[in-house]
């Protein structure tokens, strides 16, 4: 099973180049959060930077491979995210408001996958009724973050679940 791991800092306002790197220590990719103006970033700041959330994830060359962004319309709270090698657009959706800690839904074209969301241990992406990946978030000096994907996911590409995760569920809304 593929493993990756990276660290963000425990402020979510500090936004660094960050590396992921695999379970045999090699970069398999970056991420940043991305502000398209100073404007985006100082209203961010003014709303504890959760309002302006956009994730784009590169390849080792700098090239974007995947973004992740939250979207607030008519009070309603969800994230777009796009994989700009497969031309795929994915909705990630709130399910179960009513719940203290409310589990996610992904829609992409061709299926639907569920977060299982949790705070303070793994977050389970499951897939027809089994888990197909899981991230985990372990705070120590900073943030540790972990992610495994099972051999039988039908999405391999890390830059998914990172995306997803650094908006949804590190972030959050």
């Not at 209203?43 to 784009?56: C, H, I």
């Not at 031309?87 to 179960?96: G, L, R, S």
């Not at 992904?106 to 990946?133: C, M, P, Q, R």
Request: glycine letters at 4%.
């Amino acid at each position: 099973m593929p493993t990756y791991h990276y660290t963000q800092p425990l402020e979510i306002e500090i936004t660094p180049k960050t590396t992921v790197y695999n379970e045999e220590g090699k970069g398999i990719c970056t991420f940043q959060r991305y502000y398209s103006n100073r404007l985006k970033r100082f209203l961010d700041r003014a709303m504890e930077y959760r309002y302006f959330l956009r994730y784009d994830i590169y390849d080792l060359n700098d090239q974007i491979i995947f973004t992740c962004k939250k979207v607030s319309k008519k009070g309603r709270v969800f994230f777009q995210a796009f994989d700009y090698e497969t031309k795929e657009h994915y909705t990630i959706t709130y399910d179960k408001w009513k719940e203290l800690v409310a589990d996610l839904l992904i829609l992409g074209k061709d299926f639907n996958i569920v977060i299982e969301k949790e705070l303070e241990e793994w977050s389970s992406y499951v897939w027809e009724g089994k888990e197909i990946a899981r991230w985990k978030a372990k705070v120590e000096d900073e943030f540790l973050m972990e992610l495994e994907i099972y051999e039988d996911s039908p999405i391999q590409n890390p830059a998914f679940f990172i995306a997803i995760s650094q908006c949804a569920l590190y972030i959050g809304s």
